[in-house]
């Protein structure tokens, strides 16, 4: 069983910066396909932010294309998120997810996801 745990949520003024990182732990020989992340605003429905796929390029909501940087670390299955430019609507629950295909800017097929840490930006 494989376990993903986000750090670095918090809050941030609009125009500032934060930078999620995820990390799995229990899965020795787990390598998943597509890593990502999503989130999930009040009232709203989860969306895919940014996926990275093996042997590709990430790919990234238009929301947020530009200002949000996806890293990631296959061999160690971690994942990073720098968000800079902060927006008001970005405040969200942001959670790191793998899976087994991808689809535009999320892992779908998803095989394990991380508890999720809150994104909070203020004016």
């Known amino acids: 069983q494989v376990h993903l745990e986000e750090s670095g949520g918090g809050s941030a003024q609009a125009g500032g910066s934060l930078t999620l990182s995820c990390a799995a732990s229990?899965?020795?020989?787990?390598?998943?396909?597509?890593m990502g992340w999503f989130r999930q605003a009040p009232g709203k429905e989860r969306e895919g932010v940014a996926a990275?796929?093996?042997?590709?390029?990430?790919t990234y909501a238009d929301a947020v294309k530009g200002r949000f940087t996806i890293s990631r670390d296959s061999t160690k299955i971690t994942l990073s998120l720098q968000m800079n430019s902060l927006r008001l609507e970005d405040t969200a629950m942001y959670y790191c997810a793998t899976g087994a295909t991808k689809f535009g800017a999320s892992c779908l097929d998803v095989h394990y996801w991380g508890q999720g840490t809150q994104v909070t930006v203020s004016s």
């Open positions: 229990g899965g020795i020989d787990y390598k998943p396909y597509c």
């Open positions: 990275w796929a093996r042997d590709s390029t990430p």
